[in-house]
């Protein structure tokens, strides 16, 4: 194992025992702030489309997030994956079309189709990017599968990603495949 790999994985395992600490009261009221935060931003009001994830345990909750991104008309976006490290962006306009996928997360059914990259990349696109921990200039940990670093890679889209205060780091490993986000938020900004 590398010396990078090797910090990765001692780093990765610090940050879910982080996220293992938190109250339920805590990851609701920063939720609550860091969605704020997110739909006063300038990247979302200039938005015409978001691609973002469907949180799970440990991720600040994006549920209020996607919902007023239908009320304002954005077209939305969410991760389907396909196969180990490999996703694709599924356009939805409600929670109605979506069911458990790869790892119990909620994912877009069968059904429906993907979008192609040049509906949703561009300079009036958002992608809204999980974390398990990062650091205050945009460097993210990951799950380690890579889903997002493939996803986003060579995109113009802008890149916010959102994470509990608790889990901002002064350092976190970095390969040179990893994606370096352009903003992250937390209730703490």
Do not use: W
């Amino acid at each position: 194992m590398t010396d990078i790999a090797a910090f990765k994985k001692e780093t990765r395992k610090k940050l879910r025992e982080i996220t293992r600490s938190l109250t339920p009261e805590y990851k609701s009221e920063a939720s609550d702030s860091i969605v704020r935060q997110c739909i006063e931003s300038e990247e979302y009001k200039n938005a015409r489309s978001i691609f973002v994830f469907i949180s799970m345990d440990g991720e600040p909750d994006t549920t209020k997030l996607i919902e007023q991104a239908f009320a304002d008309g954005k077209e939305v976006y969410v991760p389907r994956c396909l196969s180990e490290g490999i996703m694709e962006a599924i356009r939805i306009d409600s929670f109605d079309k979506l069911k458990p996928g790869h790892y119990g997360i909620l994912e877009p059914d069968e059904s429906l189709k993907p979008t192609e990259t040049e509906a949703f990349d561009g300079e009036d696109a958002l992608a809204i990017v999980p974390c398990v921990g990062a650091t205050a200039d945009g460097k993210r940990m990951g799950h380690g599968a890579g889903y997002y670093d493939r996803f986003l890679e060579g995109r113009k889209m802008k890149k916010v990603m959102i994470v509990y205060g608790r889990q901002l780091l002064t350092d976190i490993p970095c390969d040179e495949h990893d994606i370096i986000m352009d903003k992250v938020i937390s209730e703490q900004n």
